[in-house]
């Protein structure tokens, strides 16, 4: 089954801040980041395991929380280049990554 | 250069006409998987593969076969092609459950 996210789609001005969330109806043992730039192959963020860590890449970071089977990702100071989909992706434990539908990031001038 | 190698990027063919389209990774990643691509409905996972000769199924398996015969190559195989198999490809391998997946530059496949 796959994660939910929210929002589908966001709108920034450049320099805002943004969170794109990704929740799952089962038990994850890790979950990745991706962003897909329009025609372009996904590019992976980062991954966090279970035990509630943090993660940052460089003004990109993220959290899980396991109990809640929820993520974050948190995008500070937007720029243009974060424009793109995200993708969350799950897993229970073993290789199977199920992908939620994305949330489409656009920034403006 | 480490890359997820696939071919073709581009592919039309007719309804029932077999197909194979390659995957290989120069890595030594031993988890490597393929997904499709539609709009709205995200990537979804069609099968993978945790080493030579073990693949699973992923969420949408019907009317695809793999096989990993070697541990850089992973083709995904489409007997007999049907017009709702029609989307962009993609090819991902990880060295392990813990790292992120590499992906290749897809495939997109129409089937009229």
Known sequence: QQPVQSPQAVILREGEDAVINCSSSKALYSVHWYRQKHGEAPVFL??????GEQKGHEKISASFNEKKQQSSLYLTASQLSYSGTYFCGTAGGNEKLTFGTGTRLTIIP | EAQVTQN???LITVTGKKLTVTCSQNMNHEYMSWYRQDPGL???QIYYSMNVEV???GDVPEGYKVSR???RNFPLIL???SPNQTSL???ASSPTALYGYT????TRLTVV
């Open chain 2, 55 to 57: 693949t699973d199924k």
């Open chain 2, 103 to 106: 992906f290749g530059s897809g």
């Open chain 2, 42 to 44: 995200g990537l979804r």
């Open chain 2, 8 to 10: 073709p990027r581009y």
């Open chain 2, 89 to 91: 490809y993609f090819c």
């Open chain 2, 79 to 81: 007997e007999s092609p």
């Open chain 2, 69 to 71: 015969k070697e541990k």
């Open chain 1, 46 to 51: 980062m991954i966090l395991l279970k035990g």
